[in-house]
């Protein structure tokens, strides 16, 4: 599975969530500060127009025990662009503009890789997953590609 990348996008272990934040998921959900959260077993995701709400999000959640970066590498948290990728590279995640349906439908997502794999470059897909297949995208409440961010990113600019 991998979780939708739109806008500015803050990615989080869930296992560090239930390890370290007091309250665990409850703790960390009432901090959300909009309606972009969407996760699957591995990964929390929350988008932000702009990196400073993003900068601000981050500062909250260290708040709460987690840890950004450790030596110049995410540890606990990630930040990824729509566009340009992880900002950071970061040996447990991988990202990728990726079709999304049979349709042709394509969005920029994120999934969590084996820690002992480090990212190369080129396309990489999600464990299990192989051409004409639909990914399974965990995406926020009521989210539909026809109105989303993804769908307005394959608009060809004049």
Request: proline content about 6%; aromatic content about 8%; charged content about 25%.
């Amino acid at each position: 599975m991998a979780v939708l990348i739109e806008a500015v996008s803050v990615i989080v272990r869930v296992a560090a969530i239930r390890d370290k934040v007091a309250d665990g998921w409850r703790g960390f959900e009432r901090v959300v500060p909009n309606a972009t959260l969407c996760f699957d077993d591995d990964l929390a995701r929350v988008g932000f127009m702009e990196a400073q709400e993003a900068e601000a999000f981050i500062g909250l959640l260290t708040g709460l025990g987690l840890t950004f970066l450790r030596e110049g590498k995410p540890v606990d948290i990630a930040v990824a662009d729509q566009q340009k990728g992880l900002t950071i590279e970061c040996n447990w995640l991988m990202f990728s503009h990726l079709p999304i349906d049979k349709a042709g439908a394509r969005a920029a997502v994120c999934w969590l890789t084996s820690e002992k794999r480090l990212p190369v470059p080129g396309i990489h897909m999600p464990l299990g997953w192989k051409p004409g297949d639909d990914i399974k995208l965990a995406t926020p409440e009521g989210w539909r590609y026809e109105e989303s961010l993804s769908k307005e990113a394959q608009k060809p600019t004049t």
